[in-house]
């Protein structure tokens, strides 16, 4: 049996990443934990020398043919990689230690070279076997000792001209830049722990790994299975989970407490892989209220959710200053707001949490100070009377708060609601997790491939393009995490526009 968690801790050293672990039990899970450490001496990783040696690619520009691969990374996609990917020869391959170890590649000495001979950035998911039938030079590309970069199409493409077939190369290891933190993908069963290690940072690479429950009350050592996993054989239910992890290159040892809940393998609702989004600092700001106890002038707004309690945020929102508001990429975003230094505050100044639905336009006819509360540059928060009412007395009219982002805690997944026509549709993404945001987003039809949507106003997102009886997934990218998420096949080939298609994905 499978199964899948996200938790998060900081990875201090592995470029001081946050760090996330994925277990599989056809679910996900996210849990906060409490804290990381790293020991021995910190060694970052530095880009090697330039080497000579050739690569050729395999797939077609979708780069389905290299999901899974060796590695056991799955679907490149949902676990971070996209299609940024090469199998190594089995000399660069060094029995899977090189999973997740990043190269730059440039084209050289050819004429299938782009001009100035451009590199792109790869991650090592897949072994490119050897082929004993024919010469090292003629076909035996991947053959022993021959170091050998069998590309994915789309970033071969990205140094020369896909004709080639096979280019000479320069390439270099590099360290890994990742956004987020180490994912862990758990497989086995209750005396069988297998584990796959993903987006690491650093080095890339992994060469020694412990687990520790909080009831076995000492670390034990997981030996390396193929690619990117290792395996206990433990009885580990019902413990929460600790991870130690060396990495093969710097050997650098990080330890990660209490990563996994006691109760990590129930299963529960699917949602996604994810960065976590951590709280922000506390800062000054001032709030004031719109419409009255029932809200029902907060109804609709610059972002595009309509009717909130459809939509699910109810009266606990506010319209934002265009400052905050960052032309509508700010939609969905949700903050904690307590009131201070004033007479009209609460006692203990409690803060409560809303969700950023609407714009706050700048009334210029005031100064900033007496009555233009939303002019730039200020930062403002123009609340929903009941979510006013929750941390001052409404008779203030305005006061002076601190307020923080905070990561929003939605319930299911994501949910988009269509609107267009057949040449074009329009997207209102909303009940987004995590850190609320959408910076990207693509639309897949089930006979097309990823077409990138344009941001529109709001939390609305279009692709001019021709979908009709097709089912549709989606990719977004968290604009604060820059997290990438794969909600597939949300509606089904009869969708239509003005209905609401719900996923069962959503950021962390």
């Not at 043919?65 to 056991?72: Q, W």
């Not at 970033?155 to 270099?172: C, H, L, N, Q």
């Not at 809200?295 to 609709?300: I, K, L, S, V, Y």
């Not at 949507?453 to 989606?474: K, P, R």
């Amino acid at each position: 049996m499978a199964f899948s968690y996200s938790f998060q801790s900081w990875n201090l050293s592995f470029f001081y990443n946050i760090m996330r672990l994925g277990l599989m039990l056809m679910m996900i899970m996210e849990s906060t934990v409490t804290e990381a450490a790293t020991y021995g001496s910190v060694v970052r990783f530095r880009p090697s020398p330039w080497r000579l040696s050739h690569a050729t690619f395999y797939g077609d520009e979708t780069a389905s043919e290299t999901m899974g691969g060796a590695c056991g990374y799955g679907n490149l996609f949902d676990s971070g990689y996209g299609t940024n990917t090469a199998a190594l020869s089995s000399t660069l391959f060094n029995n899977g230690y090189a999973c997740g170890t990043c190269f730059q590649i440039k084209c050289v000495n050819s004429k299938w070279c782009y001009k100035g001979s451009p590199f792109t950035t790869i991650t090592a998911t897949n072994l490119c076997p050897p082929n004993w039938a024919k010469p090292n030079n003629n076909g035996g590309w991947c053959n022993p000792p021959r170091t050998h970069f069998d590309m994915a199409k789309p970033a071969f493409m990205k140094i020369a001209e896909w004709k080639a077939g096979i280019v000479p190369v320069m390439y270099r290891r590099v360290p890994c830049m990742k956004a987020g933190g180490l994912r862990f993908k758990f497989q086995g069963n209750g005396y069988w722990l297998l584990v796959y290690v993903m987006n690491v940072a650093g080095g890339g690479d992994i060469s020694n790994m412990w687990v520790r429950g909080s009831k076995t009350g000492r670390w034990i050592s997981m030996s390396h299975n193929w690619g990117a996993s290792y395996q206990a054989f433990a009885v580990l239910g019902g413990q929460s989970l600790s991870f130690k992890i060396t990495s093969y290159t710097t050997k650098e040892t990080i330890i990660a407490w209490n990563v996994a809940p006691s109760n990590w393998n129930m299963v529960t609702e699917a949602a996604t892989y994810g960065t976590g989004f951590r709280p922000s600092p506390w800062y000054l700001s001032h709030a004031t209220f719109y419409g009255d106890e029932t809200a029902r002038e907060t109804m609709g707004g610059a972002c595009g959710y309509g009717n909130l309690f459809s939509s699910g945020y109810g009266t606990d929102t506010a319209a934002l200053s265009s400052t905050l508001f960052n032309n509508g990429y700010a939609c969905g975003t949700c903050f904690q707001i307590k009131c201070v230094n004033s007479k009209w505050c609460y006692k203990g100044s409690p803060f409560t949490t809303i969700t950023a639905t609407n714009l706050c336009p700048p009334n210029w006819a005031k100064p900033n100070d007496n009555g233009g509360w939303c002019n730039p540059p200020r930062t403002h928060f123009d609340m929903a009377k009941p979510a006013f009412m929750k941390i001052a007395e409404w008779k203030a009219g305005i006061v002076p708060v601190m307020y923080r982002r905070v990561p929003c805690v939605k319930t299911g997944g994501l949910r988009f609601q269509f609107q267009g026509n057949g040449y074009w549709l329009l997207v209102y993404v909303m009940n987004v997790a995590g850190g609320g945001d959408i910076s990207n987003m693509w639309v897949k039809g089930s006979k097309t491939g990823w077409i990138s949507m344009s941001h529109n106003w709001g939390a609305s997102y279009q692709a001019f393009a021709t979908l009709g009886g097709q089912s549709l997934s989606f990719k977004l990218t968290s604009y604060t995490t820059k997290e990438t998420i794969i909600a597939y096949n949300v509606a089904p080939p009869n969708w239509n526009t003005g209905m609401t298609y719900k996923s069962s994905v959503n950021f962390h």
